[in-house]
């Protein structure tokens, strides 16, 4: 299973930016996805999910309506369009692969670099 | 959902069994068997190395083990090795309220 994250770097704050995740050697159409976080001396904070089929999504309330979380079968790709950052979202983004229950993430991905500096 | 406590830093010498603890609340980890663990080397992927309170995925060294009484969770390192050394994370997933996944702080292992 390999995922690898791209889309990172740095933005002023109030931009956007969208993060990509692009998934091969699994099941990606059966997979749940997550997007999970890591701020600079920080411990992993979960950011958000979306079921197998995009029908259910869930996110931190630190992100909730600013971040939308997408997936697109046809190209193995997941998706993290971040609006209005802040500098608090400074922080590694991974993207990870969910369990059929949703209860654990299964595989992770190396990830990428968000920087919200002005 | 507030951070799932876990003790900071850990060590051992090789050989020695050690225990991370992970402790949260009848929300989330007395509410369920839904704890996770994983292992984080620095510039590497996190790793699964348990699953639902005591399940090892295939491939994980049967020196790792998970156990839950109430609301904390316990992972377990028996015969450590120098390979051990990382962060550890402890997860709940928790259903209450919404879909929520919450990590504890995080807890370095130091190999002596």
Same mark, same amino acid.
């Given at each position: 299973v390999?995922?690898?994250e791209?889309?990172?770097?740095e933005?002023q704050p109030? /931009?956007?930016?969208?993060?990509?995740c692009?998934?091969?050697? *699994?099941s990606f159409?059966?997979?749940?996805?997550?997007?999970?976080?890591?701020a600079?001396g920080k411990? +992993?904070q979960?950011v958000?999910?979306t079921s197998?089929?995009?029908? =259910?999504?869930?996110?931190?309330?630190?992100? /909730?309506?600013r *971040?939308?979380?997408? /997936?697109?079968?046809?190209?193995? =790709?997941l998706? +993290?369009?971040m609006?209005?950052?802040?500098p608090?979202d400074?922080a590694?983004y991974?993207?990870?692969?969910?369990?059929?229950e949703?209860?654990?993430?299964?595989?992770w991905?190396?990830? =990428?670099l968000?920087?919200v500096s002005s | 959902?507030?951070?799932l406590t876990?003790p900071?830093?850990?060590?051992g010498f &090789?050989g020695? &069994?050690?225990?991370i603890?992970?402790?949260?609340? #009848? @929300?989330?980890i007395?509410g !369920?068997?839904?704890?996770?663990w994983y292992?984080?080397?620095?510039g590497?992927?996190p790793?699964?190395?348990?699953?639902d309170? @005591? @399940?090892?995925?295939?491939?994980v060294?049967?020196r790792? !083990?998970?156990?839950?009484?109430? #609301?904390?969770a #316990?992972?377990?390192i #028996?015969g450590?090795q120098a390979e051990?050394?990382?962060?550890?994370?402890?997860c !709940?997933y928790?259903? !209450?309220? @919404?879909?929520d996944?919450?990590?504890g702080?995080g807890?370095?292992?130091?190999?002596?």
């Amino acid at each position: 299973v390999q995922l690898v994250e791209s889309g990172g770097g740095e933005v002023q704050p109030g /931009k956007s930016l969208r993060l990509s995740c692009a998934a091969s050697e *699994f099941s990606f159409s059966a997979s749940p996805m997550h997007w999970v976080r890591q701020a600079p001396g920080k411990g +992993l904070q979960w950011v958000a999910f979306t079921s197998y089929d995009g029908t =259910t999504e869930s996110y931190a309330d630190s992100v /909730k309506g600013r *971040f939308t979380v997408s /997936k697109d079968s046809s190209r193995n =790709t997941l998706y +993290l369009q971040m609006s209005s950052l802040r500098p608090e979202d400074t922080a590694v983004y991974y993207c990870a692969s969910g369990s059929l229950e949703w209860s654990y993430f299964v595989r992770w991905g190396q990830g =990428t670099l968000v920087t919200v500096s002005s | 959902q507030s951070a799932l406590t876990q003790p900071a830093y850990v060590s051992g010498f &090789p050989g020695q &069994p050690i225990t991370i603890s992970c402790t949260g609340t #009848s @929300n989330d980890i007395g509410g !369920s068997n839904y704890v996770s663990w994983y292992q984080h080397v620095s510039g590497k992927a996190p790793k699964l190395i348990i699953y639902d309170v @005591n @399940n090892r995925p295939s491939g994980v060294s049967d020196r790792f !083990s998970g156990s839950k009484s109430g #609301s904390t969770a #316990s992972l377990t390192i #028996s015969g450590l090795q120098a390979e051990d050394e990382g962060d550890y994370y402890c997860c !709940s997933y928790a259903t !209450s309220v @919404n879909f929520d996944w919450v990590f504890g702080g995080g807890t370095k292992l130091t190999v002596l």
